[in-house]
């Protein structure tokens, strides 16, 4: 099966930058989705945004809009996620997955990172 692992986590300020990145193993298709998350203690998952393999067709959370950046390195099988002007209310933990359709239903996807903090301070 596909494995995800995201890194680049850490402490920002507000208004400050992060870069956060997921490397993908195992078997996967160049047709697939790649999406982030983020998961805020006591708070549900929510879509962040995604991106289609090939295409680089992207979509975001209103959210995040202007502030955050998805791309990918295709040969590199990585993913990445370019967040600028960071707010405390991005706080939270961030996973990436993978799905083979392009959705922002966290319940669509199949395979998960085991996630990477992100903490934002005033």
């Known amino acids: 099966q596909v494995q995800l692992a995201e890194s680049g986590g850490g402490l920002a300020q507000a208004g400050g930058s992060l870069r956060l990145s997921c490397a993908v193993s195992?078997?996967?298709?160049?047709?697939?989705?790649k999406g982030w998350f983020r998961q805020a203690p006591g708070k549900e998952r929510e879509f962040v945004g995604a991106?289609?393999?090939?295409?680089?067709?992207?979509m975001y959370a209103d959210s995040v809009k202007g502030r955050f950046t998805i791309s990918r390195d295709n040969a590199k099988n990585t993913l990445y996620l370019q967040m600028n002007n960071l707010k405390p209310e991005d706080t939270a933990v961030y996973y990436c997955a993978e799905g083979s359709v392009f959705t922002t239903a966290a319940g669509r996807y199949d395979s998960w990172g085991q996630g990477t903090q992100v903490t934002v301070t005033s």
């Open positions: 195992g078997r996967t298709f160049s047709r697939a989705t």
């Open positions: 991106i289609t393999w090939i295409g680089g067709v992207t």
